[in-house]
């Protein structure tokens, strides 16, 4: 099975209708360390990391790797999309499969940028590694992550406890309808 590792990277800008998908560049250094220090952000994440840790340890240039994603808006990041293996994970059911992570700033919530952002990126994967299914981790209690799973259409393989909580596992296969971006010479 080909791995993110072997694919080019990065890609062309993907262009939803309203969003761009793109990797990191300065400018999103702010943006990323918002993001990570939010509390409201990492509510079901284990709570947020403190800013002057991430200040430190941030680079000018947030990192790029295969497979992830800042989601821009009108130029600005509002969010950032991971596709990675999921290796070392929890649960023998999501080994080895393609991890879809995602998080926005509360700036952005309720308006369907994650959903947009989200179905471009998995259309990206399914071009670049046709065939892979995807799973999606939560916390059960997370309501907005849950209905973001479902409408990306992931369905449940299993709930478990872990960091003393209940944790939903998803799993999305490779047939699930995605959105297709606009590609380039298309008009949003």
Known sequence: MEDLQSVAWPPEPIRTRRLVLRAPR??????????????EVHTYLGGPRPREELE??????????PGSFVVDLDGAM???????????????AAAGKADLGYLFLPRAWG????????????????GALPGEPV?????????????????L??????????????????MR????????????????
């Open 26 to 39: 300065s400018g999103d250094r702010a943006a990323f360390i918002e993001l990570l220090a939010s509390p």
């Open 111 to 126: 308006r369907g940028y994650a959903v947009e952002a989200c179905e471009a990126a998995l259309g990206w994967l399914a």
């Open 56 to 65: 430190r340890q941030t680079p000018e240039v947030p990192q790029q790797w």
């Open 173 to 188: 296969s490779p047939a699930a309808p995605a959105a297709p971006a606009v590609g380039e010479g298309q008009q949003p």
């Open 135 to 151: 799973v999606l981790t939560t916390q059960s209690a997370n309501v907005a992550s849950m209905r973001l799973a479902a409408k």
């Open 78 to 92: 509002i969010g950032h999309i991971l596709l990675r293996r999921a290796t070392g994970h929890r649960r023998p």
């Open 153 to 170: 259409g992931f369905t449940e393989v299993e709930r478990f406890e872990a960091w003393g909580c209940e944790q939903w596992l998803g």
